[in-house]
């Protein structure tokens, strides 16, 4: 009996796919473009479908060497890409997009071993590329999320690619195994590869809110929250979601606030008053330089090509 795998239940719904097992219900969007709901041992995890991640906010050496002005298109691109395309398939079987009227052939027993659902992005830049979003779910609950970037060397360089994912609340910490402190590509120097464990969403009180926080070379992560936003829900013991890498080690921040926001506060007390977790995972990431914030570029390493392809995966797992 041990050798039974469980199989997860599927639902085809007019403009959503449900997907069921035994601690988690997950519901794919096809007008949203993405996750929509991801609810594990009744905690809901997604307050706004995963998106690409183009931007960081701007830092002090940005402004000096005017790169946000030259790259401002990815900003655009940060906030307002659309998905345009979806493809779904079932036990690796690609089946037509099951919204109304072709789900009614599906019963409300369909169940499955596994399932990929692909969202398509094109970018609001001028020229266009596009960005694949696959979620590749496991009966277990397990899901495995690529993001694809398809290179257009008509534009400019990249600040950062990778997923951005909100969370209904704050978290009260996160467990990371990675590099030690704030670390960038460029800012990788005397940091110590360890398990690290940081209270709260710290945002570091520069003078103008920019971009902080990010960890490089991570294996896992583990966020751990203790609210929801559901108010019949009164039991107050910690709940976790654990990132853990794929083929290669990744970047993230885990902050109260999204680029957007810091972006728009020129100083701290602009900045509101953290209702989310904004957790972003990055494939790739603009250094952020410090040779002098009056011009001088980031080292010629630490670029991102917009012409090139960049694809990484990241596999997220629920923690009772």
């Not at 464990?197 to 920019?210: A, E, N, R």
Request: with cysteine.
């Amino acid at each position: 009996m041990d050798n039974i795998k469980e199989q997860m239940h599927v639902v085809y719904g007019d403009g959503t796919l449900g997907l069921n097992g035994l601690n988690y219900r997950y519901i794919f969007s096809y007008e949203a473009g993405g996750l929509e709901s991801m609810l594990i041992d009744g905690k809901e995890w997604v307050y706004r479908t995963p998106r690409p991640l183009f931007w960081r906010a701007t830092t002090d050496n940005d402004r000096g060497n005017h790169f946000s002005e030259k790259s401002a298109v990815w900003y655009s691109a940060d906030m307002f890409s659309t998905c345009q395309k979806i493809k779904v398939a079932v036990n690796g079987h690609p089946i037509e997009l099951p919204v109304a009227p072709v789900n009614n052939q599906y019963t409300s027993d369909e169940v499955s071993n596994d399932v990929d659902i692909c969202f398509t992005f094109v970018t609001a830049t001028s020229p266009q590329t596009t960005v694949d979003m696959n979620y590749h779910v496991e009966h277990d609950g397990e899901i495995k999320l690529t993001a694809y970037y398809h290179g257009n060397d008509q534009l400019p360089e990249l600040p950062v690619f990778g997923i951005r994912m909100v969370m209904p609340t704050v978290a009260t910490s996160f467990d990371y195994c990675g590099l030690s402190g704030e670390t960038y590509p460029d800012r990788m120097a005397g940091a110590q590869q360890g398990q690290f464990h940081v209270d709260g969403l710290p945002v570091t009180k520069y003078l103008i809110p920019q971009d902080c926080g990010v960890h490089m070379n991570t294996e896992s992560l583990l966020v751990n929250r203790q609210t929801t936003l559901n108010n019949a829900d009164t039991d107050d013991n910690e709940f976790s979601l654990k990132i853990h890498q794929s083929a290669q080690p990744f970047a993230f921040s885990c902050l109260p606030y999204t680029s957007e926001e810091l972006e728009s506060a020129t100083h701290q007390e602009e900045l509101p008053v953290p209702r989310r977790t904004v957790l972003s995972v990055m494939g790739a990431i603009r250094g952020v330089g410090g040779i002098d914030s009056w011009g001088a570029d980031v080292e010629p390493p630490y670029h991102i090509s917009a012409g090139e392809d960049i694809e990484f995966s990241i596999v997220l797992n629920a923690q009772s």
